[in-house]
């Protein structure tokens, strides 16, 4: 099959990447790139392991072509933090032990980040709307909330 | 870096001996879209859409946010070898008054619908059954002209634009014309729209004014990701505590979803008042054609459009400023 040339912006940097037309952009993240702190979980956009930020907005990558990015800006986990660098986000969720198995972990971080991103004070009902896409099966979602409060609690006192 | 195909071929064998069963296998093929797909096109115009899906003869179709047409595409409900990516045509991008009317643009997504003051202000049913599409990541993605053209049995966003009266522009190699939505459901799961052929590129109603209200109410088993049990939107015009007129439609019924014409004949010029307005509730549960499907039976939908009819209708009147 005929490859054709995705042209994008992943994490701050350039790419061109040679990619099949029916591939999905997880797969190319994931697979072409080489970067999998994306998760594939259900491959059919229904629990949000797959989120990444495509201009600014949490989408699904599972159920999105990769040619639909083309001359756009994504970012996945990867590129919001380091394990000596974590963003304010993993660190809350270090800290408030938001996760047991962390399958659905990278997702629920791309979807605060996203929304932390919008809006730097979010309420509870802010948090439970932007993870409502996200399913977590093993530690609920109580820790997960408390993790998105505190680090934006955080955020705004680096920012102030 | 060993072949994708390979490697993943190999995830999937690991994966089934691992646990017996592999979610992967049952969609065709092993590839998230579908492997007839050849070639991805983004034309600049809608008339350069229109061209490229002449030239592809059947074989090209429209993608916009593609939350559905994915999914289509890998159960093989649509055979075809290219996809004619329409997010690079600008002028499909706005939500615009002019007079009283509001035109939505074939790529604004629910997203964008449901936050929009105009959209909040003019038209709330509208914004409120964007809001309650699937998730926030699909409505980030997913448009309201996609929503049509899905002609799913409840579909949010299009309820909502049957009860406004909406009409859609389509475009297609005999030119344009405009189709009301509710005229779009050629029956459930397919539109009139051949997208293999066809765009839709705006959506148009008129903006509600100030004796006017609107609502909508729908019932589902969580808050997200979930298709309604049922859904009702309404749009009312109230003068002196009389119904003007009153349009509702209630979902998944009859069963494409559209405008209750004997509601709208029962209410119009009659008191608002619980017992109008139950009466209206009563007529829809006994005379809908009431769908039963995975969600729930006959007997519980036939309870409970009264229950969401009577919703409707109260919050639609509560609306009116």
């Known amino acids: ?160 | 870096m060993k072949d994708r195909d390979e490697r993943r071929a190999c995830y999937l064998t690991v994966r089934k001996e691992a646990t017996g069963y592999c979610l992967g296998e049952n969609i065709s093929g092993i590839r998230p879209v579908n492997n007839m797909i050849n070639n991805y096109l983004f034309p600049e115009s809608t008339l350069e859409a229109v061209e490229m899906l002449k030239s592809l003869n059947g074989e090209g179709r429209i993608i916009a946010g593609g939350t559905d047409l994915v999914l289509d595409l890998r159960k093989n409900k649509f055979v075809v070898s290219s996809l004619v990516d329409i997010t690079k045509i600008d002028s499909l991008k706005n939500i615009e008054l002019t007079g009283d009317k509001i035109t939505i643009g074939a790529l604004v997504t629910h997203a964008q619908v449901a936050s929009s003051r105009l959209i909040k202000d003019k038209a709330s049913v509208l914004a409120k059954a964007a809001g309650s599409v699937g998730c926030l990541q699909i409505r980030n993605v997913g448009t309201l002209a996609g929503n049509v053209v899905s002609a799913l049995p409840a579909a949010d966003a299009a309820v909502a634009l049957i009860a406004l009266e909406a009409e859609a522009e389509v475009v297609g190699p005999g030119g344009s014309n405009f189709v009301r939505v509710e005229d779009l459901y050629e029956r459930l799961f397919t539109s009139k729209v051949d997208s293999n052929s066809q765009l839709i590129t705006k959506i148009s109603f008129n903006a509600l004014l100030g004796k006017q209200g609107s609502a909508y109410v729908r019932m589902t088993l969580r808050k997200a990701l979930a298709l309604p049990i049922l859904n009702a939107a309404a749009v009312v015009s109230v003068s002196n505590g009389t119904f003007d007129w009153v349009k509702i439609v209630v979902a998944p019924t009859n069963p494409i979803p559209t405008i209750c014409k004997e509601v709208g004949k029962m209410l119009a010029g009659a008191q608002v008042n619980n017992q109008t307005i139950s009466e209206a509730a009563e007529y829809l549960s006994n005379n809908a054609v009431i769908v039963e499907d995975i969600r729930a039976n006959k007997e519980y939908r036939k309870e409970m459009i009264k229950v969401i009819t009577k919703r409707a209708l109260e919050e639609a009147v509560a609306a009116v400023s």
């Open chain 1, 1 to 160: 099959m005929e490859k054709k040339l995705l042209h994008f912006c992943l994490n701050g940097e350039e790419m061109e990447v040679q990619v099949d037309p029916s591939a999905s952009l997880m797969d190319v993240i994931r697979d072409d790139l080489e970067m999998t702190g994306t998760k594939a979980g259900c491959n059919t956009g229904d629990c949000g392991a797959c989120t990444v930020i495509l201009d600014g907005e949490a989408v699904r990558s599972c159920i999105m072509p990769a040619l639909h990015v083309m001359d756009r800006n994504v970012e996945t986990i990867e590129g919001i933090g380091s394990p000596d660098n974590l963003h304010p986000v993993q660190e809350e969720f270090v800290e408030s032990s938001a996760f047991q198995c962390g399958y659905c972990t990278p997702g629920m971080i791309m979807s605060a980040k996203a929304l932390l991103d919008k809006n730097p004070e979010p309420t509870g009902e802010d948090v439970r709307e932007a993870i409502a896409g996200n399913l977590c099966r093993c530690t609920g979602y109580k820790k997960i909330e408390e993790a998105f409060l505190s680090a934006a609690k955080k955020v705004n006192s680096k920012s102030s």
